[in-house]
Nanobody
Framework: QVQLVESGGGLVQAGGSLRLSCAASTRTFSAYIMGWFRQAPGKEREFVAQISPGSTSTLYSDSVKGRFTISRNNAKNTVSLQMNSLKPEDTAMYYC????????????????WGQGTQVTVSS
């Protein structure tokens, strides 16, 4: 079991930036693929980004590619999501995830979830 705690959400104007962070409580953090999903009001939860244990591979959804950057620090058990050029459609609850298989993008395939942090982008 991995406990995940997100932080860094908030209100930002369109075109602005935010950096989300997720702290994981596990002794085997470096063994997990870490990722981010999001869920907007009235919409299904969707994949945003993920990063391999050694940071050698990353995967992004088409909607955020080129604007968001995922990174991790295995020494500190943290994963971050740098979000630039934010758009109103990026407004959502953002969830940190931990799993074992790289490339999974369906919420049903994810076992470990944080509680989420709200991101609101005003136009």
């Amino acid at each position: 079991q991995v406990q995940l705690v997100e932080s860094g959400g908030g209100l930002v104007q369109a075109g602005g930036s935010l950096r989300l962070s997720c702290a994981a409580s596990t002794r085997t953090f470096s063994a997990y693929i870490m990722g981010w999903f999001r869920q907007a009001p009235g919409k299904e939860r969707e994949f945003v980004a993920q990063i391999s244990p050694g940071s050698t591979s990353t995967l992004y959804s088409d909607s955020v590619k080129g604007r968001f950057t995922i990174s991790r620090n295995n020494a500190k058990n943290t994963v971050s999501l740098q979000m630039n050029s934010l758009k109103p459609e990026d407004t959502a609850m953002y969830y940190c995830t931990a799993h074992r298989v790289f490339g999974v993008t369906l919420p049903s395939q994810i076992a470990q979830w944080g509680q989420g942090t709200q991101v609101t982008v005003s136009s």
